[in-house]
């Protein structure tokens, strides 16, 4: 992806339709820095840019775009198993390449290959997902989740009170097996002065080999955002606009309920710990929102997806819903769209009883929040 131009200085003092306005200037424009393969290719790729434009603003373009998600058949259509794609990404990344060429007059956006780095995985023990060669058969296509309590009912207080604490000591060595030693580590507010005591730690046997992997796992991002770089790079250059995502979010229940307490977990503390739990996700929403603000991809970006899980029709009533899903999902919704970010939600799963709630935002803008949980568009 071309970098983007810096923010206007009044920045702060811009309403959220001109930041919206400004992103979306700014990624038309970054056409004049890529180098076209030919005249053709940058008319395209300028067509495309301003169809999607309309699209987003709730115009009607020349044509309907197409963006397809066509999951793993590019790889299979090429003779090409999820496995072999899992751990030699360029194979993968040039079967994709190859079903955009074909597809080059149907399609909006470049479909690219996406996926887990598996090798990144296995260098760190992940254990939130299991994948083919890893807790899967090698001929699976597609991966899971790992579903566990990776938070306990008795560390609602950890959580709330100090959440990197929480993170850096409790959570990840749990995750993955490379951050068992952080255990051993003192919580980092401890450090004042005398340092020594503290990063004793650092010279334990498992600790130094922690760090080595950690080493390891860097150059292993390195090589594949390298390669997806490439591709993406390319793939612009043939005319395909690459849609400038701030990157991926997650409602703050989904965060407490699939990442740390797990179904039966968080469907307990509901009835059990309501008020731990209603805590807990203003800290989790507090959280995401800087997460993705202050991402390098935020600057720029246009789009902050979210995959919406336990919210869906059957999961929870709703009166839960009101009350434990929508009010910290909102506030994050409202403080993207108030940086002119578009905030696109992945339903997965029947929504059709939450539709109205969707609805109350305004095309593009705010919510008016009233304290009876309910908004005013």
Not at 6 to 33: L, V
Not at 311 to 318: E, T
């Amino acid at each position: 992806m071309t970098t983007g131009s810096i923010r206007p200085a009044n920045w702060s003092q811009m309403t959220h339709e001109q930041k919206r306005e400004w992103r979306f200037q700014n990624w038309i424009a970054s056409a004049d820095n890529i180098n076209f393969v030919n005249t053709n290719a940058e008319q395209s790729y300028r067509t495309r840019v301003k169809r999607l434009y309309d699209v987003y603003n709730v115009r009607e373009p020349d044509r309907v775009p197409v963006s397809i998600r066509a999951g793993v058949v590019p790889l299979y259509s090429n003779g090409i198993d999820y496995h072999t794609a899992l751990y030699d990404t360029d194979k993968a990344h040039q079967a994709f390449s190859k079903f955009n060429a074909e597809h080059a007059a149907e399609l909006e956006s470049y479909f690219g290959f996406t996926s887990i780095p598996a090798r990144l995985f296995d260098i760190l023990d992940y254990r939130l997902y299991a994948y083919p060669g890893h807790g899967m058969p090698e001929s699976a296509p597609a991966f899971q989740f790992v579903e566990s309590e990776y938070m306990k009912a008795g560390e609602y207080e950890d959580l709330i009170t100090d959440p990197s604490d929480f993170w850096l000591r409790t959570y990840l060595p749990r995750v993955f097996g490379a951050f068992g030693p952080f255990r051993q580590f003192g919580r980092l507010t401890d450090i004042v002065e005398i340092v020594n005591v503290h990063f004793g730690a650092l010279a334990s046997p498992d600790m130094i080999t922690t760090l080595q992997k950690l080493i390891e796992a860097g150059n292993e991002i390195a090589r594949s955002n390298e390669i997806a770089a490439k591709y993406e790079g390319e793939a612009e250059a043939y005319g395909y606009p690459s849609v400038w995502g701030t990157g991926f979010a997650k409602a703050p229940f989904d965060t407490l309920g699939d990442t740390l307490r797990g179904t039966n977990g968080i469907m307990m503390d509901m009835y059990r710990h309501p008020d731990k739990v209603l805590k807990a996700l203003d800290v989790i929403a507090d959280i995401t929102i800087k997460s993705v603000l202050t991402s390098p991809s935020a600057r720029n970006g246009l789009i902050a997806t979210f995959p919406l899980h336990k919210g869906a029709d059957g999961w929870m009533s709703q009166k839960q819903f009101l009350t434990f899903y929508w009010p910290s999902l909102r506030k994050v919704i409202n403080a993207f769209i108030n940086e002119g970010i578009i905030v696109s939600l992945f339903a997965e799963g029947s929504y059709n009883t939450r539709l109205e709630l969707v609805n109350e935002f305004q095309r593009g803008g705010p919510l008016d929040v009233r304290p009876d949980g309910h908004g005013q568009g």
